[in-house]
């Protein structure tokens, strides 16, 4: 790839990553708790999120195909653009319902995350596309950290509603303005080709059959993984805050405190991932969350130290640099953005059933899914250690 491209679109992308990021970590930290002020219960937002990650799975299969034929850029520009007006569904939002809608059109929407690995992923050279993916993350991780403190004052001035009401507005025009400023990136990859549906499925056939083996499987190890984390980290804040009595400020504190920790985390890991092999730098990630969301459901009430040290302890190790990378080295550019839609699909259905069912175990039992995603995290670990590949690693 030449040098002009790879400066060029990953300058963009660290761009527009820096732009998005304030506001929707922004965002994170209140969102459940914003769907209860709305009149929604842990059931609701379980529903919220199992049927976004759905639609989310479907949505990639259409935009992982339009990344391999009409291009990464053509589907990157209108649909983040599009994924940024969906949040004033969420900010003019009489009642929980119009969150639901908001958050099937952004998931829609996002039918261009494919389209987001396959343009990095073609422009970083195989031996450092650990460091490549954390350094272009780095400006929006750097800007990342000033959303949960921005949240956190708000909530405290305004209200939990009316602040997260500003914030979503101010979150939609960020992303909107990050939509029309990947206008400037370099396409990586075109094929003219007659889109049609019976196309598209012959291609996606062919697609399945490279799932065999070590890509197979690490698809099922991250697919697996991501569904625990939805079952648990959603329920997170509602927990600390209305079971644990942590009070709203410090759930704040508590979110600003991981976002740099995790800041600081992922440079490592991706540097990592290029030296050690992607597989031990997965492991360390999945160790790590089941720690951390194992003590969370031992949480003690009126201890909100503990419930700060257990959430340090579960994003104490980025396992993500390593799987994108690890990824990207067992796949060819001509069909990166199928296998991605392969497997979001996969991904979200299992993500979006786990969201259901942590709702209803949280009504049942609050600390019950923590309980469950800490167990499951541990045979993962083991998998992902000794079964996965290390992947390309560099000597620099």
Avoid: C
Wanted: proline share 5%; net charge positive; glycine share 10%.
């Amino acid at each position: 790839m030449e040098r002009r491209v790879i400066r060029r679109n990953l300058g963009v992308m660290a761009a527009t990553w820096a732009i998005m990021s304030p506001f929707t970590s922004a965002t994170n930290v209140y969102s459940s708790l914003y769907i209860l002020e709305l009149g929604g219960s842990p059931v609701e937002v379980g529903l919220i999120v199992m049927v976004g990650t759905i639609v989310l799975a479907f949505s990639r299969l259409i935009g992982g195909y339009l990344a391999d034929t009409v291009g990464r850029k053509r589907i990157l520009v209108p649909m983040t653009t599009l994924y940024g007006a969906s949040y004033f569904l969420y900010a003019l939002a009489p009642d929980w319902t119009w969150v639901l809608w908001g958050t099937v059109v952004g998931s829609l929407a996002l039918m261009y995350q494919p389209a987001v690995q396959a343009i990095v992923a073609d422009t970083l050279p195989p031996e450092s596309r650990g460091k490549g993916l954390t350094a272009s993350q780095t400006p929006s991780q750097l800007t990342a950290l000033a959303g949960p403190p921005l949240a956190t004052v708000l909530v405290s001035a305004m209200g939990l509603e009316e602040a997260m009401r500003l914030l979503y507005s101010v979150t939609a025009l960020a992303v909107m303005s990050a939509g029309l400023s990947r206008t400037l990136l370099i396409e990586t990859h075109r094929r003219e080709v007659r889109l049609g549906f019976r196309q598209a499925l012959g291609e996606y056939l062919s697609a399945l059959k490279l799932l065999r083996g070590d890509l197979g499987r690490l698809l099922l190890v991250t697919s697996s993984v991501r569904a625990l984390y939805r079952m648990s980290f959603p329920f997170a804040q509602i927990y600390a805050v209305k079971t644990l009595g942590v009070s709203e400020e410090f759930w704040g504190l508590v979110s600003t405190a991981m976002n740099f920790e995790s800041t600081f985390t992922t440079l490592i890991s991706g540097y990592l991932a290029d030296r050690v092999g992607r597989s031990a730098v997965m492991a360390l990630g999945y160790a790590s969350g089941a720690v951390g969301l194992g003590m969370l459901a031992l949480a003690p009430k009126g201890q909100p130290l503990y419930v700060l040290l257990s959430m340090l302890i579960a994003v104490a190790f980025a396992s993500r640099p390593a799987a994108f990378a690890l990824m990207a080295d067992l796949t060819d550019r001509e069909v990166r953005g199928k296998v991605s839609a392969i497997s979001g699909l996969l991904e979200g259905n299992l993500s979006g059933l786990m969201s259901g069912v942590g709702g209803v175990a949280y009504s049942l039992y609050p600390p019950l899914p923590f309980g469950i995603a800490a167990l499951g995290l541990v045979p993962l670990t083991v998998i992902a250690w000794k079964v996965l590949p290390r992947g390309a690693v560099g000597s620099s």
